[in-house]
């Protein structure tokens, strides 16, 4: 293209002309769509002895899980827990012990899922790994198995539901529903008693109940034993155990040995 000046362009326009613009490159196909193969219509068409058969894309199952994690309610840095980055090497029984009870869990999950005991209790003392290996094993179900998972944790889930009602049927009914539903830290104690209102225990009811008589998988993690969650209320406390009781972990033991936190403490 002629170079012209910033005169001739004046000029031009004075004498009511559009200037010349230098082309820009034409926008390809493949960077408008976020998949070139299928132009984000989820498949394609595709030759198939002779007939254009419609063709699902990759891309549909990545969207799928992409929108199954957006949904969990568990966070971005959470969603990149997995298996490998838990710490087993020098921990007691009780750990390693947790840990090969979660992985056996996500092993059987097919077969279970719709049975009476599809469910799994981590329990016992803070910092010991319960909620990492329960967040590994809703992001592998939620990325392998495309299983949607719904995470609440006790005392920041009721804090939120306290400071607006409005939300409480909506969420209840979420938390009913939900394909797994991961309730973290039940019950946690403050100044050493359990956290455990009594509107608090019949929310939990009534949902736990439904998952119970519905054959919903529940993920539960707690610093209460089995014996403690039924103090708090047998009903709710017997029916988490019957459902828990093939996949549950206690773990005891001293604090600066179990707490992952504590590592390099003493």
């Known amino acids: 293209m002629t170079t012209r000046t910033i005169e001739q362009i004046l000029a031009d326009l004075k004498n009511g002309k559009r200037p010349l613009l230098a082309a ?21 068409l595709k030759k198939q002895l002779g007939m254009d058969v419609w ?9 799928k899980v992409e929108r ?3 949904a969990s309610e568990i966070t971005g840095a959470f969603r ?18 947790a840990y090969e009870c979660a992985l056996e869990f996500v092993e059987n ?8 005991k599809n469910s799994i209790a981590l329990l016992g003392r803070p910092g010991s790994g319960k909620t ?3 967040t590994a094993l809703s992001n592998y179900v939620m990325r392998q198995k495309q299983t ?24 209840l009914a979420r938390m009913k529903q939900a394909d797994v539903l991961f309730i ?4 946690k104690p403050l100044n050493g008693k359990p956290r455990a209102t009594d509107w608090q225990i019949e929310q939990m009811y009534a949902v736990v109940n439904y998952r119970y008589l519905n054959h919903k998988p529940v993920l539960l993690s707690s610093e209460l034993a089995c014996d403690e969650l039924v103090q708090v209320d047998e009903a709710l406390g017997t029916r988490l155990y019957e459902m828990c009781s093939d996949y549950l972990v206690i773990i005891h033991g001293n604090p600066y040995e179990v707490n992952h936190r504590l590592e390099g403490a003493r």
């Open 68 to 70: 199954i994690l957006g």
């Open 109 to 116: 999950f097919d077969t279970i899922k719709n049975c009476r």
């Open 55 to 63: 063709v699902k894309c990759r891309c549909a199952a990545e969207r």
């Open 148 to 171: 949607p998972v719904l995470y609440f944790p006790f005392v920041e889930g009721f804090t939120d539901l306290k400071n607006d009602f409005d939300l409480l049927d909506a969420k």
């Open 80 to 97: 990149k827990l997995d298996f490998k980055g838990f710490i087993t090497r020098g921990k007691p029984q009780a750990v390693i012990d």
């Open 24 to 44: 820009r490159p034409e926008e390809s196909d493949e960077s408008r769509f976020d998949c070139p193969l299928c132009k984000d219509q989820g498949g394609y």
């Open 184 to 187: 973290d830290d039940l019950f």
């Open 132 to 134: 990492h290996l329960l």
